[in-house]
């Protein structure tokens, strides 16, 4: 069947300096779109790349003593270093110093020129460099520029200019025909105001520096590099070089772009396109920005994050989940370490890593790896299937929206479900008992085939995770060729595959602040010595001691007691039989954390029922202050003695 064209792109980032977190937020949300799309079965083309003209590059290369070339291609190196390591799909890479993007800018300006619509006249005005634009006096904020609040420059030039004005009823009357256009809708209802304001002429060429594309008639003169920077997204689909390509591709679908330069996308790049005769683009999305503690990040302030260094520390998967689920598009949202943190351990070592090891230590324990066939379905079992469906309904219909984050949520909300799931149908309980076998299957099947869907649903936020997912599940096909449709519709999960060994796909981060680490160190070394040296206990001989038949225990499954917030029940297995042990452990462990450790316990403990629940044993556990640790054996098999 043939595959619908999508066309996204991030915008081209400048190389004046390395790419922050920030940058990284946007190119991954372009980046989850363009795999959903993918999946959703659409012949995806991906662009993002770099702006590499200007008079702010220029500055940064003599300031280096280097030439702009050589300064630009050292930090688009590191763009695509980041990119590589974030796992970004892009099919294409521009620069804009590439021959094919000049020959293209140069014809547009011809072009434009020839028919009337650019014309010389001098320009006296104000300019930001950071920001690459040009103000007239009633725009600037107490004198700065509106956008970054720094000091703008006075520029006197002979330059040439872009009629504007000319199209600002046409553009007027396209955006409030196509109400999809600009979104959000808060940014369209900015742009009209913007419009309706009156647009002036663009001064679209300099002539006090030099790093640029020429005009082609007047090579005095460079192109003005937002002129040259929002043409890119023509040369790469192909125009002027590639017919086929460019009509299948263009218009482009989405230019995913950051709020303050949605004014460049919806009436710059609109009005060009409306004076070359070419359709516009059919969406300019503008998302909001990451700040730091609430500031926006900047390397006066010191608070400039390098999103290398956190993938470094926590896998691309992690930051690109953060990023995705902490942030609603179209707003601005936080990034803090801790945040960070948690929603690592929650949501991803808790929810998604929890269900998948529990799933597949049981399908290894009781069935000796095999996922099994199911049997009749109850009413919970259709209870989660109806929710699995649901979900990949909901989902489809978010993406399509562009609501990520809440797809996201959505996703987690089935994650939850299913973990639930496990409690209220307890295999553990099921596998001790031979006429269970088939509710047993059931169960397990019905496990593993919700993890194949959330697999395929998480692929495009987590491209890392989900072909791993994916293996220790066992299925043969090839990940590669899974689409969205295989997550539709309940039992494709076919019976008789073998799992592998579960491996964690998100371990938990211990970390505490760095402050309050000190801290609880300076408070706690004195009672911590005492605790050590004080004779607590009456003498006893060794026979007292034997008396004590303590063994190692593999931990089998664990979950919290309802209603009792310092409990767990934990099922073990002790080689030769299986037993339940209530244990006061709760505030010191999450019920993922303990299975599968091997524990001491001591087992000719007096049986004691807790809570309802007969426990038979106690588990070991070393504690001091507020800290509590399990003791444990890691490489002795269950069963064996501790003397
Ligand atoms: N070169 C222009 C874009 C030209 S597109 C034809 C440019 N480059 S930039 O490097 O300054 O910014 C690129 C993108 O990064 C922008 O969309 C901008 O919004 C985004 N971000 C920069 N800092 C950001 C955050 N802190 N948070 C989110 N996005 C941010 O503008």
Redesign the pocket.
């Known amino acids: 069947m043939e595959r619908k064209p999508f066309y996204i792109t ?5 190389p ?1 300096d390395r ?5 990284a ?2 190119t991954t949300i372009a980046d989850s779109v363009a795999r959903y799309k993918r999946l959703a079965g659409y012949d995806v083309f991906f662009l993002t790349g770099s ?1 590499e003209h200007g008079q702010k590059i220029q500055r940064k290369a003599q300031e280096n003593k280097v030439t702009p070339i050589e300064y630009v291609d050292k930090i688009v190196a590191s763009f695509k270093q980041l990119w590589d390591k974030l796992n970004i799909s892009h099919d294409d890479f521009i620069r804009t110093t590439e021959n094919r993007h000049r020959e293209v800018v140069q014809a547009l300006f011809q072009k434009i020129y020839d028919q009337g619509d650019i014309y010389k006249a001098s320009y006296e005005g104000w300019y930001c460099t950071p ?2 634009t040009f103000w007239v006096e009633r725009q600037l904020t107490d004198g700065k520029c509106p956008d970054c609040g720094r000091p703008v420059e006075m520029v006197q030039e002979e330059s040439y200019f872009f009629r504007m004005s000319k199209y600002q009823d046409r553009l007027l009357k396209y955006i409030e025909e196509n109400p999809h256009f600009i979104q959000p809708t808060s940014r369209r209802n900015e742009m009209i105001n913007f419009i309706k304001g009156g647009l002036e002429d663009l001064c679209v060429s300099r002539t006090t520096f030099d790093w640029g594309i020429p005009v082609p008639f007047d090579t005095k003169h460079v192109v003005y ?2 002129f040259d ?2 043409t ?2 023509i040369t790469a689909a192909g125009y002027l070089h590639d017919r086929d390509k460019f009509s299948r591709y263009w218009p482009a679908d989405i230019h ?6 949605v004014r ?2 919806s009436i710059i ?1 609109p009005i060009i396109l409306m004076a070359m005769g070419v359709e516009l683009p059919k969406m300019v999305y503008g ?5 730091v503690e609430g500031d ?2 900047s390397k006066s302030k010191g608070n400039v994050i390098d999103p290398i260094q956190l993938i470094d520390e926590f896998g691309a998967d992690a930051i690109r989940y953060f990023l995705l689920r902490e942030i609603t598009l179209g707003m ?1 949202g936080n990034f803090s370490r801790e945040a960070l943190i948690s929603r690592i351990n929650a949501d991803l070592a808790n929810d998604l890593g929890n269900l998948l090891h529990r799933t597949l230590n049981m399908i290894g324990r009781f069935n000796h790896g095999v996922i099994e066939a199911p049997g009749q379905a109850e009413a919970v079992d259709h209870e989660l299937m109806k929710l699995a469906q649901e979900t990949s309904a909901d989902y489809e219909r978010l993406m399509e929206g562009m609501d990520i984050n809440a797809a996201i949520k959505q996703l987690w909300t089935l994650i939850s479900r299913t973990n639930k799931y496990i409690d209220e149908t307890a295999p553990w309980a099921l596998a001790k008992d031979a006429e269970k076998k088939s509710r047993l299957n059931t169960v397990l099947y019905n496990l593993a085939e919700t993890l194949r869907i959330v697999c395929i649903l998480i692929s495009p936020f987590m491209p890392n995770t989900a072909p791993k997912i994916w293996q220790q599940l066992g299925i043969e096909t090839d990940f590669a060729a899974v689409t969205l449709n295989d997550a539709q519709g309940w039992g494709r999960l076919l019976p008789g595959i073998k799992v592998a060994k579960p491996e964690p796909i998100f371990p938990r981060i211990e970390e505490k602040p760095a402050a309050e680490e000190t801290k609880a160190a300076e408070i706690k070394q004195p009672a911590q010595a005492a605790a050590i040296v004080t004779p607590a206990t009456p003498e006893i001989t060794i026979d007292d001691f034997a008396k004590m038949d303590l063994r190692v225990a593999k931990v089998l499954a664990a979950e919290k007691v309802k209603g009792a917030d310092k409990l767990l029940t934990l099922t073990v297995d002790l080689g030769t039989e299986q037993r339940t042990i209530v244990s006061g452990i709760a505030k010191h462990y999450a019920p993922e954390q303990l299975v599968g450790q091997n524990v001491v316990m001591i087992v000719n403990l007096k049986p004691a029922k807790i809570r309802g629940i007969e426990s038979r044993g106690m588990v070991l556990a070393a504690s001091c202050d507020e800290k509590l640790t399990v003791v444990t054996a890691p490489d002795m098999p269950a069963g064996s003695k501790v003397k």
């Open positions: 991030t915008p081209i980032f400048y004046s790419l922050h977190i920030g940058h937020y946007c702006d920001c690459e590099v937002w920077a929002l890119n997204y995913l772009v950051g709020k303050e330069i460049f996308h790049w998302h909001g920005w990451l700040v926006k990040m601005d």
